[in-house]
């Protein structure tokens, strides 16, 4: 992992003695300059206005005290008024502020260097909910004076992306993403330098919602011209394990978007309707779909949510103790046989118990089972796993034509790709 190449963007410096040749932050700055990363600088916490324009900054250096300046120097007619001590209070409200805009709005490394006591800048954040001592966090937290040189800078940066896997993955597929999407803008300037009206009008004419489409154009061909990646492994061989529902979480915003705010007007492949405790998935073709037109015709297959219930990891088999085990129920051999064996006895219930045993095999057929990860599907039906909820959908292969206009209002989300083509295809094989 090479720390220098990963954070070689502009970084940003917000200290009040970021010009001062003799203070600690200096050296820091000087440690970063000479590894030819360009750096701004702020001597006060910037308006939070300003937020937004630091999205491409590769990190951020923050103070945490603000407060040593003489305040008369700066506005001594309100520190008549309000006091000095009330001036520092607001100061440090305003940096808290500021941290929490920049964490909530940005996904930006955050470095806080400072020479007050560690531990007091730590509680601080944590009484905010912005800091969590212990675990990994967003916020890297080190003492001004522990900073020497800039070999031990980036000695301190890749300690902390040791316990950060996301922050450098994002670090490494941005340098891919960027050289990238360069490459592609230059490539298509020297070919036909107008090319941008000549594509928005094509995509004009063929559907109404041409700012997605556009969008998803740029976004297919950087994807598709992304060189190998490369990932230094070991950062990604963290202890620890996350909760099921976190795992959920993450793996549904890979596959399904749900739609709140900004809802297209047109229908998509891979809309998802809801209706009472039934679903509906639209698999037509987007080619068919783009244009704005509530009476074009859906091609949808209906499910519905599977419950804890409907889903196995265990399969039937025998145990040491000699009995039969099915995931919910457990049967002695003698149990079994005496079931067989006296099966035409209808006094004492036999015939029963061994319908009983019968009923379970057909509810095991029934079960959907969980096996390596997968939820194993039969022939004619889909399994859509961590969609609506962290919900498990089982669709049908039954083919329902209804007009958009009919469902537009009970459309909730959308089945990303890939995931929206595999009922497409499953539905094109199981019928061929």
Same mark, same amino acid.
């Given at each position: 992992?090479?720390?220098?190449?990963?954070?070689?963007?502009?970084?940003?410096?917000?200290?009040?003695?970021?010009?001062?040749?003799?203070?600690?932050?200096?050296?820091?700055?000087? *440690?970063?300059?000479?590894?030819?990363?360009?750096?701004?600088?702020?001597?006060?916490?910037?308006?939070?206005?300003?937020?937004?324009?630091?999205?491409?900054?590769?990190?951020?250096?923050?103070?945490?005290?603000?407060?040593?300046?003489?305040?008369?120097?700066?506005?001594?007619?309100?520190?008549?008024?309000?006091?000095?001590?009330?001036?520092?209070?607001?100061?440090?409200?305003?940096?808290?502020?500021?941290?929490?805009?920049?964490?909530?709005?940005?996904?930006?490394?955050?470095?806080?260097?400072?020479?007050?006591?560690?531990?007091?800048? /730590?509680?601080?954040?944590?009484?905010?909910?912005?800091?969590?001592?212990?675990? *990994?966090?967003?916020?890297?937290?080190?003492?001004?004076?522990?900073?020497?040189?800039?070999?031990?800078?980036?000695?301190?940066?890749?300690?902390?992306?040791?316990?950060?896997?996301?922050?450098? *993955?994002?670090?490494?597929?941005?340098?891919?993403?960027?050289?990238?999407?360069?490459?592609?803008?230059?490539?298509?300037?020297?070919?036909?330098?107008?090319?941008?009206?000549?594509?928005?009008?094509?995509?004009?004419?063929?559907?109404?919602?041409?700012?997605?489409?556009?969008?998803?154009?740029?976004? =297919?061909?950087?994807?598709?011209?992304?060189? /190998?990646?490369?990932?230094?492994?070991?950062?990604?061989?963290?202890?620890?394990?996350?909760?099921?529902?976190?795992?959920?979480?993450?793996?549904?915003?890979?596959?399904?978007?749900?739609?709140?705010?900004?809802?297209?007007?047109?229908?998509?492949?891979?809309?998802?309707?809801?209706?009472?405790?039934?679903?509906?998935?639209?698999?037509?073709?987007?080619?068919?779909?783009?244009?704005?037109?509530?009476?074009?015709?859906?091609?949808?297959?209906?499910?519905? *949510?599977?419950?804890?219930?409907?889903?196995?990891?265990?399969?039937?088999?025998?145990?040491?103790?000699?009995?039969?085990?099915?995931?919910?129920?457990?049967?002695?051999?003698?149990?079994?046989?005496?079931?067989?064996?006296?099966?035409?006895?209808?006094?004492?219930?036999?015939?029963?118990?061994?319908?009983?045993?019968?009923?379970?095999? =057909?509810?095991?057929?029934?079960?959907?089972?969980?096996?390596?990860? /997968?939820?194993?599907?039969?022939?004619?039906?889909?399994?859509?796993?961590?969609?609506?909820?962290?919900?498990?959908?089982?669709?049908?292969?039954?083919?329902?034509?209804?007009?958009?206009?009919?469902?537009?209002?009970? =459309?909730?989300?959308?089945?990303?790709?890939?995931?929206?083509?595999?009922?497409?295809?499953?539905?094109?094989?199981?019928?061929?």
């Amino acid at each position: 992992m090479d720390v220098k190449k990963l954070f070689s963007g502009i970084a940003v410096i917000i200290d009040n003695e970021v010009d001062k040749k003799d203070a600690p932050i200096y050296k820091i700055r000087t *440690a970063i300059t000479d590894s030819n990363i360009p750096v701004v600088t702020y001597n006060d916490i910037p308006a939070n206005e300003t937020i937004e324009s630091l999205r491409n900054a590769s990190f951020i250096i923050l103070d945490w005290n603000f407060f040593d300046v003489p305040i008369a120097a700066i506005d001594e007619e309100r520190m008549v008024l309000v006091g000095q001590t009330e001036l520092e209070k607001e100061k440090k409200e305003s940096l808290i502020d500021f941290i929490r805009l920049l964490l909530d709005k940005l996904f930006v490394p955050i470095f806080i260097f400072s020479g007050v006591d560690i531990n007091e800048v /730590e509680d601080a954040l944590c009484e905010k909910g912005l800091y969590v001592k212990g675990k *990994a966090n967003r916020i890297f937290v080190k003492s001004k004076t522990d900073v020497e040189s800039e070999e031990h800078l980036f000695q301190c940066i890749e300690e902390w992306l040791k316990e950060m896997p996301s922050i450098y *993955a994002m670090k490494e597929w941005d340098i891919i993403f960027q050289t990238t999407k360069n490459s592609m803008f230059k490539e298509w300037y020297h070919y036909a330098p107008q090319w941008v009206t000549v594509i928005w009008n094509m995509l004009k004419v063929d559907s109404c919602e041409v700012h997605d489409e556009f969008g998803q154009f740029l976004t =297919r061909n950087v994807a598709n011209r992304v060189a /190998e990646f490369s990932f230094d492994e070991t950062l990604f061989e963290m202890e620890g394990k996350s909760s099921v529902e976190e795992i959920k979480k993450v793996i549904e915003r890979e596959r399904y978007i749900e739609y709140r705010e900004n809802v297209p007007e047109q229908a998509y492949t891979g809309d998802l309707f809801k209706d009472s405790k039934h679903y509906y998935l639209n698999i037509r073709a987007q080619c068919d779909l783009s244009r704005k037109d509530d009476t074009v015709n859906l091609y949808l297959i209906k499910g519905k *949510a599977l419950k804890d219930k409907d889903i196995t990891v265990e399969d039937i088999h025998f145990v040491s103790e000699g009995q039969l085990k099915f995931p919910n129920k457990t049967y002695t051999l003698e149990e079994i046989q005496q079931m067989c064996s006296s099966a035409s006895d209808e006094i004492n219930g036999s015939t029963e118990k061994l319908q009983q045993l019968n009923k379970q095999f =057909r509810k095991y057929r029934n079960l959907v089972f969980f096996n390596q990860g /997968e939820l194993l599907e039969r022939k004619p039906e889909i399994i859509l796993a961590c969609v609506d909820g962290g919900k498990i959908i089982k669709f049908e292969i039954d083919l329902i034509v209804m007009s958009f206009a009919e469902l537009k209002d009970k =459309r909730i989300g959308r089945v990303l790709p890939p995931y929206n083509k595999d009922p497409a295809k499953v539905f094109s094989a199981y019928n061929s």
